[in-house]
């Protein structure tokens, strides 16, 4: 990673997102050029001996690292403040990357139970097979956090905010019980970003990415990243090594170009969500709208301290349950329907039917997904034109 014409301490994120770059070519390229080797060559034997055994650093294979994973995750490193990170090939192959490389049969893992579908599958339906338990803790009740931890509890993860109830967790305070009981906390950061949010800074020790989501931006690319400290990176890297979820260099490259626009699309997502959050505040339609600058928020306080904006997701609850939701989602027009979020254009989702339907009717009660909740990912068109067609489509519920 190129940082020589610069200090990364004293310089300014958006500076360090642009400038941090892998080291020039013999060509003298301005733009990082792509990598797309599934192989590099050895100097000679006793060069191809030394890399093996981790005695020299270098390039072996593409699976194992690439010149621009390599740079993907060193400037993702510098952005959220950890010492070491790795490329995986998805959002949620990193999450399981991140905690199988570290439990064993007989460990416990305590959660938050505002979890993303896929997640809570894995802990409810996959680790189990391998002996591995779990609990959920609430946000509400700060004393069922330290009750649910035992002597084989072996990580603590949570999403702040959460996917797709906005629920917020005091980082500072659970980073703090975690390093009194030694414990590692990770922190799904998808929704904020390093931009709006820096766990590591209020005592996680992991942080975890979907990079499809808004780091990518455009809904181009799948890829995810690990980023903490260097001994529990060594264990996610040991881990992916020998099971495979490598990013692809192509979508490596896609990913840390993006990241040199980060800041700038983050600005409008959050001014775009945080108009559209007050001007549905109190819509007929609506039982209700969450956005964690909002001041009605439960957790407004909490969000004004530890992020610097309120992100781009604003969450609205349709009076009329699931068909006043079908007849919202049919109605509209140029708001995309589609699963994915972070894109350049909005996009409504209805969880209760798809990325959270594999939850029992209790477990979205217990999390507050109702079956009027839509998921709203702000994107960057006009503000004015979004509030058009979501007027539109609640028009008819």
């Known amino acids: 990673m190129s940082t020589d014409a610069f200090d990364p301490i004293d310089t300014h994120f958006e500076t360090l997102a642009i400038r941090a770059q892998a080291p020039v070519s013999p060509e003298r390229e301005h733009s990082v050029p792509l990598y797309l080797t599934s192989s590099f060559r050895f100097d000679d034997a006793e060069h191809a001996r030394a890399l093996f055994s981790e005695e020299v650093a270098g390039n072996i294979y593409s699976r194992y690292a690439n010149p621009n994973t390599?740079?993907?995750?060193?400037?993702?490193?510098?952005?959220e403040g950890g010492g070491d990170g790795i490329a995986t090939s998805s959002g949620m192959s990193a999450v399981f990357c991140a905690i199988a490389a570290r439990v064993s049969s007989g460990d416990h893992v305590l959660a938050s139970r505002a979890l993303f579908g896929s997640t809570h599958q894995l802990f409810t339906r996959i680790l189990p097979k391998w002996g591995v338990t779990s609990d959920y803790a609430d946000v509400g009740d700060p004393a069922s956090w330290e009750r649910l931890i035992r002597p084989e509890t072996k990580l603590i993860f949570i999403e702040t905010p959460s996917n797709p109830g906005l629920e917020l967790i005091d980082l500072a305070w659970l980073g703090a019980l975690a390093q009194s009981r030694g414990i590692p906390l990770v922190v799904d950061n998808c929704f904020a970003t390093p931009y709006l949010q820096r766990p590591l800074a209020l005592g996680a020790s992991v942080v975890i990415h979907s990079a499809t989501k808004y780091i990518d931006g455009q809904g181009r690319a799948l890829g995810g990243a690990i980023v903490g400290t260097r001994e529990y990176i060594a264990d996610c890297r040991f881990f992916a090594r020998h099971t495979g979820p490598a990013m692809s260099a192509f979508n490596a490259w896609l990913l840390s170009k993006s990241l040199e626009t980060l800041a700038v699309r983050m600005d409008r997502h959050c001014s775009n969500a945080l108009a559209i959050a007050t001007h549905f505040e109190g819509h007929p339609a609506l039982e209700s709208v969450r956005y964690p600058f909002l001041a009605s928020h439960p957790h407004h306080e909490l969000a004004k301290r530890q992020m610097s904006q309120g992100g781009g997701i604003v969450v609205l609850v349709l009076?009329?349950?699931?068909?006043?939701?079908?007849?919202?989602?049919?109605?509209?027009?140029?708001?995309?329907?589609?699963?994915?979020?972070?894109?350049?254009?909005?996009i409504v989702t209805h969880p209760a039917s798809t990325t959270h339907s594999k939850l029992t009717p209790a477990e979205r009660e217990a999390v507050a997904i109702s079956d009027g909740l839509i998921r709203v990912s702000v994107g960057l068109e006009h503000v004015a034109d979004i509030i058009a067609d979501l007027e539109h489509a609640l028009g008819a519920t």
């Open 70 to 79: 390599d740079e993907f995750v060193r400037k993702l490193c510098l952005l």
């Open 319 to 346: 009076k009329g349950g699931l068909e006043a939701g079908r007849r919202f989602l049919d109605r509209v027009q140029m708001v995309s329907h589609s699963a994915n979020l972070g894109d350049t254009r909005t």
